[in-house]
């Protein structure tokens, strides 16, 4: 059984940063593609960037948001710069086996979620 837990939300200005982490435990995920999904309120939720050999990245997270992995601690990252409000979502950590996807249901596995709120 696969686990992911999420942390590193947090409130945040317009303009600041944050990094959210994503533990995995149950089994290896190196090989796995893994990715951040966000959710706001009365939205669906949304494909943000994904990782398995190389990255990718929804238009609105280029040149701002960096995913990354270290396997050694089977954990993913995302670096969040120049956060805007239109940003505040709960934030959701994805894996799957084989390419990365932006369609939600193609992801078997799924965290929690962590709030990031960017509010001045």
């Known amino acids: 059984q696969v686990q992911l837990v999420e942390s590193g939300g947090g409130l945040v200005q317009p303009g600041g940063s944050l990094t959210l982490s994503c533990a995995a435990s149950g089994r290896t995920l190196n090989t796995y593609t893994m990715a951040w999904f966000r959710q706001a309120p009365g939205k669906e939720r949304e494909f943000v960037a994904g990782l398995v050999w190389i990255a990718y990245y929804a238009d609105s997270a280029k040149g701002r948001f960096t995913i990354s992995r270290d396997n050694a601690k089977n954990t993913v990252y995302l670096q969040m710069n120049n956060l805007k409000p239109e940003d505040t979502a709960v934030y959701y950590c994805?894996?799957?086996?084989?390419?990365?996807?932006?369609?939600?249901?193609?992801?078997?596995?799924w965290g929690q979620g962590t709030q990031v709120t960017v509010s001045s």
């Open positions: 994805a894996a799957k086996s084989g390419n990365v996807s932006w369609r939600v249901s193609e992801y078997a596995y």
